[in-house]
């Protein structure tokens, strides 16, 4: 599906996460050029429909992907350090494609349209507050 979203956004030249963007953001950020150096990246608000080219972001901690277009979890399998992902404000219909990320303790999935919940149960750090389902 990150194929189809990210070719649907630059066609209708919606920014695309990807390698490059990422480090023209980081740069823009005065964060590290080097991906695996930065331990957070700002994401929020830059209208991306899909999750991509964050392979080489090995060290990050802390990722902001709020107030995007976003409607799956997905690309996120290299980020084993990652503890707090922020995914408010999206068009997330499905909690999945975590596995990849077991140090995350802290998932903010606010104002999404979730309706499936699949796959938490090797977060064992992942705290889940608030209304909605509760997961177990």
Not at 29 to 48: Q, R
Not at 78 to 92: K, P
Request: glycine share 10%; hydrophobic share 45%.
């Amino acid at each position: 599906m990150a194929a189809t979203a990210a070719a649907i956004a630059a066609d209708a030249g919606m920014p695309v996460m990807n390698a490059a963007t990422l480090r023209a953001i980081a740069r823009k950020d005065g964060l590290y050029s080097t991906p695996a150096l930065n331990d957070v990246l700002y994401l929020h608000m830059k209208g991306f429909r899909a999750i991509g080219g964050l392979e080489e972001y090995t060290g990050l901690k802390v990722l902001w992907l709020g107030q995007n277009a976003l409607s799956a979890i997905e690309g996120l399998g290299a980020l084993a350090s990652l503890t707090t992902l922020l995914l408010n404000d999206n068009a997330i219909d499905e909690i999945a494609g975590l596995e990849g990320c077991p140090k995350l303790d802290t998932l903010n999935l606010a104002h999404n349209m979730i309706d499936r919940i699949s796959g938490l149960s090797s977060l064992t750090n992942l705290r889940v507050r608030g209304r909605g389902p509760q997961v177990h």
